[in-house]
């Protein structure tokens, strides 16, 4: 038997469409930071290709490793979306003091900062898609909402390449650019009502 609605849960319709256009602009945004954090350690930098492993499996990959237990904690705490709104509000701004990094060290630190601030709403988005859609639908959920992101991070390279291209040497609009699609995710994740 079908649970009866609350009056402040949206249809499951609308729900799985925020969520799938939250996650595509997501994707998006980090698509297009792919080529432009790549390009500008390689062209702004000068790094070798062992600063650049280095940059990123320190500035991404252990940040992001770090800031999962903690934002588990902070989503069972303050809740899952408080969560993330914090996060992209807290991490977006940063993409605009990545251009001014003069060293890999500083790249690094500044990556790491933003990664470690953004990766802390991934377990609370986890929890709170599994809560918005329930656990009949929770397969179908997670499947739509992954191909949201994939299809943002098909498309967002592209974006990223392009953008550098046209504002070289100029490193601050690209880094900007990038911050475009992480706002645009924060409106629709507002949008979402909680059930």
């Not at 790491?112 to 898609?129: M, V």
Request: net charge positive; charged share 10%.
């Amino acid at each position: 038997m079908e649970k009866p609605k609350e009056e402040n849960e949206a249809p499951f319709g609308i729900t799985i469409a925020l969520l799938c256009a939250a996650e595509f602009f997501s994707g998006l945004g980090n698509g297009i930071l792919m080529p432009i954090t790549t390009a500008f350690l390689m062209y702004a930098l000068g790094t070798s290709p062992t600063e650049m492993g280095l940059a990123f499996s320190i500035g991404w990959g252990l940040a992001t490793a770090l800031a999962q237990i903690p934002g588990g904690r902070l989503a069972d705490k303050f809740g899952a979306k408080k969560v993330i709104v914090g996060c992209l509000m807290g991490a977006t701004p940063l993409f605009l003091i990545q251009p001014l990094s003069t060293n890999v060290l500083q790249f690094s630190l500044i990556l790491g900062i933003i990664c470690f601030i953004g990766n802390l709403s991934t377990p609370a988005f986890s929890a709170w898609i599994a809560n918005l859609i329930g656990r009949e639908r929770r397969g179908k959920g997670y499947g739509l909402t992954s191909a949201a992101w994939s299809t943002g991070a098909i498309i967002g390279p592209i974006i990223g390449s392009l953008t550098w291209t046209m504002f070289k040497p100029n490193h601050f609009p690209p880094f900007a650019i990038s911050a475009v699609p992480f706002l645009i995710e924060l409106t629709f994740i507002l949008l979402i009502r909680n059930s």
